[in-house]
C-alpha cells in the first residue's frame, strides 16, 4: 500500500488519521508513516505529528524532515526563515526513509492547496509521489463543500481518491450526504479517541481499512 494523505483544511485529524492506518497495518507487516514537511516545529525536531506516526507505524520518527519555527503555510515560513524548501529534497527524503516497507504512508501538509515552497505545494508533492491520495476532513458544519471541492482538486491533477476520512464522527448527516454527493468514493467515519494509544489507533484503523476497502481504487 502507497497512500498520500491531505486535508480538506488544517487541525482536521489528518495525523490521528494516518497513525491509526498504520497502527493497523503494521499488524500485517512493515509499515512507514512520515511527515515529511511541518511548520510551527522547531528545526530538527520531529514535531508532536511526526512522533505520533512514527507511534502509530512502531518506528522512530525519522530525522532530517523539514521543519519549520513560524506556525503558517511552509512557503510562507520557509520565506521569513530564509530557508530554500526544494520539491527533489523532500521526494529524497521519502525515498530515504521508505525502506522495505510493506506499506508507506505519507502526511501533507495543511490543506490540498498550501504552498509548501517557491512555486510549488502539497499538490506537486502528491502528483509526484503519484500515490492514491486519502481526503480527511472534520465532520462540522461546512464539511461538504470542503471535501467535494478538495476531491474535485484532488481528481483534476489526475490522481485517484482512495477515499474520505471525516473525523470525530458519529456517522450521521455529513457521512450519508457525502456519500451520495461522491458515488463510488468510500466516505468513512472515524470517532473520536479516547486515547491516542497505539491499540487503540490500531483498533480505529481497522474500522477504517474496512470502511475504505469498498469501492476503493487499489492502494
Known sequence: MRLFVTGTDTEVGKTVTTACLAAALA??????ALKPVASGVAPGEPGE???LLAL?????APPGGVTLRTPCSP??????EGVDVQLAAVL???AANTGPAGATLVEGVGGWEVPV????????????LGWPVLVVGADRLGCLNHAV?????????GLAVAGVVLTRSAGGWNVEDLRGLLPGVPVVALPA???LDRASLADAGRGLLDGLAGGAPAV
Do not use: I, M, N, Q
Not at 56 to 60: L, R, W, Y
Not at 149 to 157: D, G, M, N, P, S
Open 27 to 32: 499488524g500485517s507487516g512493515p509499515v512507514r
Open 49 to 51: 505529528d511526526a512522533a
Open 75 to 80: 512557503a510562507r515560513a520557509a520565506r521569513e
Open 117 to 128: 515552497g517557491a512555486g510549488w505545494g502539497v499538490p506537486d508533492l502528491a502528483l509526484a
Open 92 to 94: 529524497d527524503w521519502v
Open 149 to 157: 471541492l478538495t476531491v474535485k482538486a484532488v481528481r483534476a491533477r
Open 193 to 195: 479517541l479516547a486515547s
Open 56 to 60: 502509530g507505524a512502531g518506528h522512530a
